[in-house]
């Protein structure tokens, strides 16, 4: 029995119509990648939760596969632009950051028609002025500081009580004021009453023991005269502070990590 050309022709075209047609809805059908990853691209108004209260940003992103890219502007400031890096989606989830300045603003979340909702975390790396030893040898780390930390308000001096002991560091700072000026501290006996537990923190604006702003650190480290300080304040910020003791000098640079969770931004 012979088959026409055309009969074996006509049956390659169907197959590979079908082929073509898997291969579609593999890649843009309700499940495929492509088609989610091109549902987020788009303007969004966010609004984000700033110290001063919140403030509007206009997200553009655009998807190419599972890669985002586009620009934030700067939140309360629509004309500074930035471009996002880091930017992926996969599924119904993305995640990208921004840097602007000195803070770095990283978002993670899910995305659906008509919006966002999304998590920020925010990274903010601040050089504080040099501080001065108020009490205890020079040389060591035990002793007290004064030590100017940056905060939304402008600079405030604070104190540092340290103890370091086989590579550790426990100890507190709190805001300067009143009675603790640098003159009425020169005097501050060597050694010092040992810390409370570490990582307590007192209610922002309250006094401990007649401390004001008082935060412990959870945890220090010291190599050499290297040293590294960690705490978290009463707004839910985490600081790291990183720098040296050289002498009786403190020079120190103030890393912020601040987190936002159940945030929401609608398509424009």
């Given at each position: 029995m012979m088959v026409s050309s055309y009969a074996v022709w006509g049956k390659r075209m169907w197959i590979g119509g079908l082929a073509c047609l898997a291969v579609f809805a593999a890649a843009f059908g309700p499940s495929g990648g492509a088609a989610r990853a091109a549902d987020i691209d788009g303007t969004y108004r966010l609004s984000l939760p700033m110290p001063g209260g919140e403030k509007e940003s206009i997200l553009s992103i655009t998807s190419n596969g599972s890669e985002l890219s586009g620009t934030m502007s700067a939140p309360g400031a629509p004309s500074e632009i930035y471009p996002i890096r880091d930017g992926n989606c996969n599924a119904e989830k993305f995640r990208f950051s921004v840097e602007m300045g000195r803070i770095t603003y990283t978002l993670a979340g899910t995305y659906h028609d008509g919006g966002l909702a999304f998590d920020m975390t925010t990274e903010e790396s601040i050089p504080l002025g040099d501080g001065e030893r108020l009490a205890g040898k020079t040389g060591e780390i035990t002793g007290s500081y004064r030590v100017p930390v940056y905060s939304p308000g402008g600079i405030k001096e604070n104190r540092f009580d340290l103890v370091a002991e086989g590579g550790h560091i426990t100890g507190e700072m709190y805001a300067l004021g009143g009675n603790d000026s640098a003159g009425g501290m020169a005097g501050a006996p060597d050694r010092m009453p040992p810390p409370q537990a570490d990582g307590a923190t007192s209610p922002a604006g309250t006094a401990s023991n007649g401390k004001r702003d008082l935060n412990r650190f959870k945890e220090g480290r010291y190599t050499g005269n290297s040293i590294d300080l960690y705490t978290?304040?009463?707004?839910?910020?985490?600081?790291?502070?990183?720098?040296?003791?050289?002498g009786d000098i403190i020079r120190l640079t103030l890393h912020v990590t601040d987190r936002r969770s159940g945030l929401t931004a609608e398509a424009l």
């Open positions: 978290k304040t009463a707004q839910g910020s985490d600081f790291h502070f990183s720098g040296s003791i050289e």
